[in-house]
Every structure is written in structure tokens, then in C-alpha cells.
T-cell receptor, first 112, second 116 residues
Framework: KNQVEQSPQSLIILEGKNCTLQ??????????LRWYKQDTGRGPVSLTI?????NTKSNGRYTATLDADTKQSSLHITASQLSDSASYIC???????????FGAGTRLTVKP | DARVTQTPRHKVTEMGQEVTMRCQPI?????VFWYRQTMMQGLELLAY????????DSGMPKDRFSAEMPDATLATLKIQPSEPRDSAVYFC??????????????FGPGTRLTVL
């Protein structure tokens, strides 16, 4: 069973709208959680990294939240743009920072 | 503009052939990762190195895969013999491991491997 579950699997929104992507994990003990953006045909790019003691982290129009008690994280995208169309991957690291557990990703499509 | 580079970007080969993928990490980074990405499995960590020494290769099929760092500027991933199930995009990433709680990884553009 995958220890990192993302939802929805895919999402289509109109340009300018907001959206929220979800990540639930069972990884324990927990060290940090990352959100990556992966454009088609490219490598993932880091958006946010949060340790277990951080509740929120922003990067421009991207805001990640973390609830370590419920083992849930969300990525909120504000005022979406066409360039936000990509896969968003949640990655959780247990005790060893380099032992990373990957979610399957959410495929976001922003339409004009 | 520091970035991770990978060669080749695309590789098509026949089953049984040897495949070598190369990665040049960002200068000064001391940790290098190899990942594989498929539609079915998503991203999987194959192996990683710190200061050129292999730290973990438990995600890698040992019988046919091998990873090395001949020097600090080059990491290689070799498959011999290749099989159709090895078809995937292989990513290299590098990071600078410091004393902080985490180290940000920078990914290369990937090598798309197709084994016929």
C-alpha cells in the first residue's frame, strides 16, 4: 500500500480560479513533506518543503499547509494560470531525509 | 545558471543491449540521486550517493543495474542487459547535504529510455 495518497487524481479548472490538492500520508516517523511541480517532459521542481513543525509555507501563488496530527497536507493554488498545468507530486520523508515516499501525483489542467 | 544535466535525453535500444545514462550534478552538490518514473509506478528512488559513495541502492535491481560516480562531476547509471520493462524516464537529481533538517533536490531533465 502506498504510504502517500494524493487526490484528486486529475483536475480541470478555468484560468483565474483557485484550487486545492490533497495529500494524505501514513509515513511515520515523519521528517519533512515536499510538493513538487512537474511539467510534461521535464523533471520535478520543488515548490515547498515543510518540516513536521511547520504548518504552512508559501511560494508565490502556491501555499502548502501541513497537519502533522492528521497526517494531511494540501497545496492551494491561487488565481491559476495556464502555466500551472502540470502534475503536482507530494513527497514525504521519514526519519532519513533521503528515504523519500512519493505520491502518484495530481494532474492539473488549467483551461482558458 | 546552475542545473543538473543528463545525457542522452532519449534512448531507444533493443532488448539485451547495454544502456548507460550520464548525469552531471550541480557543481558543489555532494549528493546525487537516481530515480525512475513510469506511468504505472510513478517516481521511484533507485539509488543515491553522498560524496561519491553509494549510500542506498535498495531500490535498484542489482542483477542488471549498476550506478557509479567516477568523479564528483559525473554519475552513471548502467543497465546490462536491458529489458522492455526497463522502459521509463530516468531522472538524476543533486543536492547539497548540510546540517539543516532537509536538503532541496534539483532534478535534471531526464533520459527517456525505450527498450524494444
Amino acid at each position: 500500500k502506498n504510504q502517500v495518497e494524493q487526490s484528486p487524481q486529475s483536475l480541470i479548472i478555468l484560468e483565474g480560479k483557485n484550487c486545492t490538492l490533497q495529500c494524505n500520508y501514513t509515513v511515520s516517523p515523519f521528517s519533512n513533506l515536499r510538493w513538487y511541480k512537474q511539467d510534461t517532459g521535464r523533471g520535478p521542481v520543488s515548490l515547498t518543503i515543510m518540516t513536521f513543525s511547520e504548518n504552512t509555507k508559501s511560494n508565490g501563488r502556491y501555499t502548502a499547509t501541513l497537519d502533522a496530527d492528521t497526517k494531511q497536507s494540501s497545496l492551494h493554488i491561487t488565481a491559476s494560470q495556464l502555466s500551472d498545468s502540470a502534475s503536482y507530486i507530494c513527497v514525504v520523508s521519514p526519519y532519513n531525509n533521503n528515504d523519500m515516499r512519493f505520491g502518484a501525483g495530481t494532474r492539473l489542467t488549467v483551461k482558458p | 545558471d546552475a542545473r543538473v544535466t543528463q545525457t542522452p535525453r532519449h534512448k531507444v535500444t533493443e532488448m539485451g543491449q547495454e544502456v548507460t545514462m550520464r548525469c552531471q550534478p550541480i557543481l558543489g552538490h555532494n549528493t546525487v540521486f537516481w530515480y525512475r518514473q513510469t506511468m504505472m509506478q510513478g517516481l521511484e528512488l533507485l539509488a543515491y550517493f553522498r560524496n561519491r559513495a553509494p549510500l542506498d541502492d535498495s531500490g535498484m535491481p542489482k542483477d542488471r543495474f549498476s550506478a557509479e560516480m567516477p568523479d564528483a562531476t559525473l554519475a552513471t547509471l548502467k543497465i546490462q542487459p536491458s529489458e522492455p520493462r526497463d522502459s521509463a524516464v530516468y531522472f538524476c537529481a543533486s543536492a547539497l547535504k548540510s546540517g539543516g533538517p532537509y536538503n532541496e533536490q534539483f532534478f535534471g531533465p531526464g533520459t527517456r529510455l525505450t527498450v524494444l
